[in-house]
């Protein structure tokens, strides 16, 4: 097929895909079938941040310092269309890749991006940081692609600013640089950042951001059956690798995601 066919078409999927985003979005939003956890938490928080000035909010439960830069565009627009653009634009930034990926690989590249299920699950679960990951990410593997590997540390630590979970990615990163590109110094200094990043966060900024002092973020219910600390967590993780797999497979609701 003609090459410009193939920028075109690709290009074309994924202008409709994102308007398509867009529309199912903000029409879940406009007949109230949103939910509280997480859409009127993370709106809370964009309104306390960006008309009250409590910054605190992109401390507790997570660290999140993007969440910042949502509140000044949260706070741009009347709070009655602030969720209209924001849920807007974070259909956006999911399928932004997709215009490099009609140039590089064509329609079957962007159709492997808008048809993988957790774009869509991004897209219409309300409204999280998380979203950023999927450009970044995008944008690591490019600059490694284009042997750029000090320039692809920036997506790789900025990943860790969107949630602290995320800083465990950006150790992957550094990881994956340091084996597969004998990239030694930068892929450990990337891992490195990370695991400091990482448990600053969950030892440090979010218990002392939590109500009464708060404990460790891992500690929460949803990780319990791991242990009651990262460490025990990760202890357990490496010596019971086939407990975690039966876990995940064994689990309806995980097989069906």
């Not at 999927?134 to 944008?139: A, D, G, H, N, Q």
Request: with cysteine; net charge positive; aromatic share 16%.
């Amino acid at each position: 097929m003609d090459e410009r066919i193939q920028i075109n078409g690709g290009r074309g999927i994924t202008m409709v895909t994102g308007l398509i985003l867009v529309v199912m979005a903000t029409s879940k939003y406009r007949s109230l079938h949103t939910s509280v956890y997480d859409l009127g938490v993370f709106f809370s928080n964009l309104y306390q941040i960006s008309i009250l000035g409590i910054w605190k909010g992109i401390f507790v439960g997570h660290v999140q310092p993007f969440l910042l830069i949502w509140a000044f565009i949260y706070g741009v627009f009347p709070v009655e269309f602030a969720p209209y653009i924001l849920l807007s634009l974070q259909s956006l930034m999911l399928v932004l890749p997709g215009f490099w990926l009609a140039r590089q690989y064509g329609i079957l590249g962007v159709l492997a991006l808008v048809l993988y299920f957790p774009i869509w699950y991004n897209a219409l679960f309300d409204f999280h940081t998380d979203h950023l990951v999927v450009p970044l990410l995008f944008w690591f593997f490019l600059l490694v692609e284009k042997k750029q590997y000090r320039l692809a540390a920036v997506p790789a630590l900025t990943l860790a600013l969107v949630k602290e979970p995320y800083a465990l990615q950006t150790v992957a990163c550094g990881i994956f640089l340091l084996i597969c590109k004998k990239e030694y110094r930068t892929g450990t200094l990337i891992a490195l950042a990370g695991i400091v990043y990482f448990l600053l966060c969950t030892k440090v900024l979010i218990p002392y951001f939590s109500l009464g002092g708060g404990s460790e973020v891992l500690g929460t219910s949803a990780y319990s059956w791991l242990g009651s600390g990262i460490f025990e967590m990760m202890h357990h993780v490496l010596t019971s690798p086939f407990a975690v797999l039966k876990e995940i497979l064994w689990s309806r609701e995980k097989l069906y995601y």
